[in-house]
């Protein structure tokens, strides 16, 4: 029996939807069958807590008097360098940006202990921050230079805005090669000593809507301990990779755009995170609910961390030079049980995307459907799907050479 | 009272049976009190179980070990007044290691770097425990949480 989503909204208004997440559906389908659950369903919810690198903010600062335009100027938030290139007041800080005397890696492994991600968290958990300009000044903003504290209610808009998000499977890390390295997926030891991995699995978003039918441009989202909406696919989408019987995608495949109002977010569910020898990121809770249309969706959404399979990768040589090649496949599960075995090899496993945390988002969406205070939307447009032929490319290098007769 | 000859004296992360009193410390030994065999006045004279967590002694500097001590009654502690005297500062351990859980997320990424499991992962939920007993202050989760939620104090 195929429902809309009016229909839905309709029962959660009304207190009467029935919602599970992704995690309590699967033994529901296995309990009562595709065909009965499908009837009774009205949402599954999902949740996941990574870092996630292509994540930032924008700001309207508000005018100074006299007034200053930071637009092209140099403007640090916590001696974060904020990017100005808009009009006067309007400020983006990227998630992995970094101070100008950060240490970086000059002593091996760098720390990175407080950047762009950090910014977001300390603005969102309400601190001061130091905000530094300095401008060129003009006859209608004479100002040159600023230095003042401020904080999240100070700001005009404040708005978190995702370029990519929620990545649909992802890459399980390991070193073959003979020294420690550091690297966005954590400090792998030599010659395969330790693996890390990095989905939240069976309540993972996109893992549970593997084809897109129902997320699109406008869904309404869990986002930062707020509501976000979804923007468009991500960057980096790349729908086409080979996939299991079920749809669900053996590699990274789709990404997700997200944007949402900071000041109604929770710094619990935005986390500044350090990576030794790599940088800094921020942790981002995404959560997306999933209307049971149909049967096929619902069973989409009972996949379990048995079904989910994940490609293990050497970060010492392969996925520096971009060569394609996996050492192997595992499944979710097992990367779950603290072992896997990659060519004949044990190696134990260590989660950066927190599980726990991924299920409390689930709930927490579930609880607000429950509660009425949450309704679906329906999409605007979809994503770029597995046939459509949406691809990720590598950059085609063509080298600048000086033009000929100028030394 | 027998010297407990067969203990295990090297370094390894064996958990004492809860039966004897257990203690664990960080010695710092001055340069010139390196070459005395300190753990073995404590092993002959207190009647001590000396297991060696960690050790780094090098000729002049500063030496430090970490130890388990086990033993009756207040012969752990006539021990530690024994190295104190002889001018070996004695710290506690516990203190040196600290999980902060409300920075923790839960991730699971300290789990596999830590050699003793006193970072642990229940694995029916993946909920991150701290068990301070089993720390010997390695110190290798530290640049592995992304999150700060874990110090090290050298109080």
Redesign the interface.
């Known amino acids: 029996m195929a429902k809309t989503i009016a229909e839905i909204n309709e029962k959660i208004r009304q207190g009467k939807a029935v919602i599970y997440t992704a995690e309590e559906i699967i033994g529901v389908v296995k309990e009562k069958g595709l065909k009965q659950a499908a009837v009774e369903v009205d949402v599954v919810t999902t949740g996941t ?3 996630m690198c292509s994540s930032g903010a924008y700001f309207n600062m508000g005018h100074t008097r006299p007034r200053i335009k930071m637009g092209g100027g140099r403007v640090t938030l916590n001696d974060i360098p904020a990017y100005a290139g808009f009009a006067a007041v309007d400020l983006f800080v990227g998630a992995t940006a970094i101070a100008d005397d950060d240490p970086r890696n000059k002593v091996f ?1 760098g720390k990175f ?1 407080y950047g762009g991600g950090h910014v977001i968290e300390d603005l969102v958990a309400g601190k001061d921050l130091r905000l530094t300009v300095s401008a060129y000044g003009t006859d209608c903003y004479p100002r040159r230079a600023l230095d003042t504290w401020v904080r999240l209610t100070d700001l005009n808009e404040a708005v978190l805005f995702n370029m990519r998000n929620a990545y649909q499977n992802y890459n399980v890390a390991v070193n073959l090669g003979d020294r420690v390295i550091y690297t966005y997926m ?2 792998l ?1 030599p010659r395969m000593r ?1 693996a ?1 991995y990095c989905t939240a699995g069976q309540l993972s978003p996109l893992l549970n809507d593997p084809l897109y039918r129902t997320v699109g441009v406008g869904t309404r989202i869990f986002l930062g301990g707020g509501v976000g909406y979804v923007v468009s696919h991500g960057t980096q989408h790349n729908p086409g990779v080979r996939r299991t019987e079920r749809g669900v995608p053996k590699a990274p495949a789709g990404t997700l755009s997200l944007t949402g109002d900071l000041k109604k977010m929770n710094s619990r569910w935005l ?1 500044g ?4 020898g790599y940088g800094v ?1 921020l ?1 981002v809770g995404v959560g997306l609910p999933i209307p049971i249309l149909n049967e096929e969706i619902l069973h989409f959404t009972s996949v379990s961390d048995e079904d989910l399979i994940a490609p293990v990768v050497d970060y010492s040589e392969a996925y520096p030079n971009c060569q394609p090649e996996i050492l192997g496949e595992v499944t979710v599960a097992q990367l ?3 072992e896997i075995t990659v060519a004949g090899k044990k190696v ?10 991924a ?1 409390e988002i689930a709930l927490t969406l579930k609880n607000w459907l429950e509660a009425g205070t949450f309704l679906l939307t329906e999409p605007v447009a979809f994503l770029p799907t597995p046939d459509s032929g949406y691809a990720f490319k590598p950059l085609n290098e063509r080298p600048w050479e000086p033009p000929p007769g100028k030394i | 009272m027998g010297t407990p000859a067969g203990q295990d004296l090297t370094v390894g992360f064996v958990k004492q049976e809860p039966t004897m009193p257990q203690k664990k410390v960080v010695l710092n030994f001055p340069p010139h009190l390196i070459d005395q065999p300190l753990t073995y006045r404590l092993v002959r004279d207190y009647g001590l179980i000396v297991n060696i967590l960690r050790a780094r002694i090098s000729p002049n500097e500063w030496g430090r070990m970490v130890v388990a001590l086990s033993g009756q009654g207040a012969q752990i502690e006539a021990g530690l007044n024994f190295l104190t005297e002889t001018g070996v500062v004695v710290e506690p351990l516990a203190q040196e290691v600290k999980w902060l859980e409300e920075r923790c997320v839960q991730c699971t990424a300290c789990i596999s770097p830590c050699p003793t499991h006193a970072l642990q992962v229940d694995r029916s939920n993946l909920a991150v425990s701290f068990d301070r007993e089993l720390c010997i202050a390695c110190g290798l989760c530290l640049s592995v949480c992304p999150y700060r939620a874990i110090e090290m104090s050298f109080a």
């Not at chain 1, 995170?273 to 030794?276: G, L, R, V, W």
């Not at chain 1, 134990?348 to 945390?357: I, M, Q």
């Open positions: 807590f990574g870092p492994p202990s954590g400090v030891q330790n890390n986390r995170a350090s990576f030794t990121t942790t779950k049980s603290g134990v496993t260590a989660g950066l995307s927190s599980y726990v945390r299920g």
